[in-house]
């Protein structure tokens, strides 16, 4: 019994070492943060004797924040709104016309889109429509090109989701009289309800977070997102970390609301996530 | 319910051929352009570009800084995936044994993976420079006192040490699930034929967690393929290149060295080592998938 009970001791403290390890570089940033240059230099790992407000005002401003704020916001809600919606709808279409073989075609040619890394549709995405079109520094184009990118593992996900879910309650509600897009609205998407959720924050994670795809279509400074707005403090030869620190927490803030609100849902998203290959 | 008469081909014309329209606009139309950008000569000015056939293809594979950054990003992901698996095994043991607070610790160590990887990038970056160098000069460390990022070995070994601590903890959830899907009186029966603990982990538990595995080294292969937001952040590709992966090199050859072609070509390749990394992974599910 006594064995049993320091084993558990042992885990216990193991599993508290393990946490300090993946969580240690956020704490020090915000400790830092909060810093003058001079003293996180000197000792990076003491407390802050006092609170530097100027870092925050001077990162708040350089990074346009609250506009980068803005903008984070508009692309992610639009851009996963429009993945939820086309990938609930193609998903039904696929899920119920899987006999239909151009239908089951498209979706496996869906999938194997799925694999290809972003830099092989980059230069030409850029070049199409970047260029030729001129829409850099939409964000709704943006929100389309996100749309495009996640599409095929949305649909797949919901697909496999809906393919659960015995047909027999849609094929009573036909008989009643009611038409497919009628079906699908009310009787098909309430039952989405988990899997979109989990889509959804899965996927507003992704483009919260996104920086290439971004950096490539928001060159404009009024347009640019949170995850763009940190390389102000960068330039070739040399960082500017007192502010940068700060800037650098500001950012974290946001997802670590949303962390703590959605965790449960984060963590589904990872399980279901990994069985796209 | 045959023909139109639940109107099946306004679902179909509303629910599906967006969804097809947006899909061959974003992905497919660029993906054939891309092909034929990477057998142009074009500089990314204007639409002046000449057909080149195979000839930028040739100039990747004869240029020694794209092949250094091949090389460079196999040596980064072999040792990515390994300590990074093993590492998630371990913390999904942990997270599935007999330990209290199972799910705070599984929430908290999952962090790294909120943050977007430049962020992260950034962190780092300070913590090689400030913080590593102030504990390494107070305890007299000799191989700590100077930045590892200025140096090209330990700059890898940076970026090493950063992408596992952060795929770890993505990998344990994966391995967290797998792990409870162990039959506990596996196990026990186990114990009582007299296994000891590894031998009940190598016959029992790592059988059973064996697709679990194969998502994890797949995932975490193409993961170190496409890896560019970390590496623009911490090293920059430096110090002298030293650290330039190949998703990185395909945006600088792009973006910096305006060589559009070109880059499309070392695209393609990338493409097409993720292509064969999955092609493989299909095989080695669905082999299991038979025996099982």
């Given amino acids: 019994m006594r064995k049993m009970k320091a084993s558990r001791v042992l885990l216990f403290a193991a599993a508290c070492i393990l946490t300090v390890?993946?969580?240690?570089?956020?704490?020090?940033?915000?400790?830092?943060?909060?810093?003058?240059?001079?003293?996180?230099?000197?000792?990076?790992?003491?407390?802050p004797s006092a609170f530097?407000?100027?870092?925050?005002?001077?990162?708040?401003?350089?990074?346009?924040?609250?506009?980068?704020?803005?903008?984070?916001?508009?692309?992610?809600?639009?851009?996963?709104?429009?993945?939820?919606?086309?990938?609930?709808?193609?998903?039904?279409?696929?899920?119920?016309?899987?006999?239909?073989?151009?239908?089951?075609?498209?979706?496996?040619?869906?999938?194997?889109?799925?694999?290809?890394?972003?830099?092989?549709?980059?230069?030409?995405i850029v070049k199409i429509y970047g260029g030729t079109f001129g829409l850099n520094n939409s964000l709704l184009f943006l929100s389309v090109v996100a749309l495009g990118l996640n599409l095929p593992f949305s649909i797949f996900l919901i697909r496999g989701f809906l393919n659960g879910i015995p047909i027999e309650i849609e094929q009573a509600a036909m008989i009643d009289g009611c038409s497919y897009i009628q079906v699908f609205f009310r009787i098909v998407l309430p039952m989405l309800k988990p899997i979109v959720i989990t889509l959804l924050v899965f996927v507003s994670m992704g483009i919260w977070n996104d920086y290439l795809m971004s950096s490539l279509f928001l060159t404009d400074e009024v347009k640019r997102t949170l995850a763009l707005t940190i390389r102000v403090f960068v330039n070739e030869y040399s960082v500017d970390y007192a502010p940068m620190l700060a800037g650098l927490f500001l950012s974290m803030i946001p997802m670590l609301i949303f962390y703590v609100l959605c965790q449960k849902h984060i963590l589904e998203g990872v399980v279901q996530g990994s069985v796209k290959g | 319910m045959v023909g139109n008469k639940h109107g099946e081909r306004r679902l179909i014309l509303l629910f599906f051929v967006p969804a097809i329209l947006v899909w061959l606009g974003i992905l497919i139309v660029p993906f054939f352009y891309g092909i034929f950008i990477s057998f142009t000569q074009w500089d990314g000015l204007g639409n002046d570009f000449t057909f080149v056939g195979l000839r930028n293809y040739l100039t990747i594979f004869g240029d020694s800084k794209f092949l250094d950054s091949l090389l460079k990003t196999s040596i980064y992901a072999v040792a990515v995936v390994i300590v990074s698996n093993?590492?998630?095994?371990?913390?999904g043991l942990l997270l599935t044994s007999a330990l209290k607070g199972k799910t705070f610790f599984r929430t908290a160590m999952f962090t790294p993976n909120i943050i977007g990887g430049l962020i992260l990038g950034y962190l780092w970056k300070f913590i090689f420079n400030f913080g590593l160098t102030a504990f390494g000069k107070s305890g007299g460390i000799a191989w700590l006192e100077k930045s590892w990022l200025t140096s090209s070995a330990y700059a890898m070994v940076a970026m090493i040490i950063v992408a596992s601590w952060q795929l770890s903890s993505y990998l344990m959830i994966i391995y967290v699930a797998g792990l409870a899907n162990v039959p506990k009186e596996l196990l026990e029966a186990a114990y009582i034929d007299g296994a000891g603990k590894w031998s009940a982990f190598k016959h029992v538990t790592l059988p059973m967690i064996r697709s679990s595995f194969t998502v994890c080294v797949f995932l975490s292969i193409v993961r170190c393929f496409m890896v560019f937001d970390v590496n623009l952040a911490l090293t920059g590709g430096g110090p002298?290149?030293?650290?330039?992966?190949?998703?990185?090199?395909?945006?600088?050859?792009?973006?910096?060295?305006?060589?559009?072609?070109?880059?499309?070509?070392?695209?393609?390749?990338?493409?097409?080592?993720?292509?064969?990394?999955?092609?493989?992974?299909?095989?080695?599910?669905?082999?299991?998938?038979?025996?099982a």
């Fill in chain 2, 86 to 91: 093993v590492i998630a095994i371990g913390l």
């Fill in chain 2, 240 to 291: 002298f290149n030293s650290t330039e992966l190949i998703a990185l090199k395909v945006y600088n050859t792009a973006f910096t060295s305006m060589k559009f072609g070109v880059a499309q070509a070392e695209a393609v390749v990338l493409f097409l080592i993720v292509t064969v990394i999955s092609v493989l992974q299909t095989y080695f599910s669905m082999k299991k998938e038979v025996k």
């Fill in chain 1, 21 to 47: 390890i993946y969580i240690f570089p956020f704490v020090l940033t915000i400790f830092n943060s909060m810093k003058t240059s001079q003293e996180f230099i000197m000792n990076p790992f003491s407390l």
């Fill in chain 1, 52 to 124: 530097h407000v100027e870092n925050f005002t001077q990162a708040l401003q350089e990074m346009k924040f609250f506009s980068a704020l803005k903008n984070t916001f508009i692309l992610t809600i639009v851009s996963s709104l429009l993945i939820t919606l086309f990938g609930a709808t193609a998903a039904y279409v696929v899920s119920r016309f899987s006999h239909k073989k151009w239908v089951s075609a498209l979706f496996l040619m869906m999938v194997a889109s799925m694999v290809a890394p972003f830099q092989v549709y980059m230069i030409p």
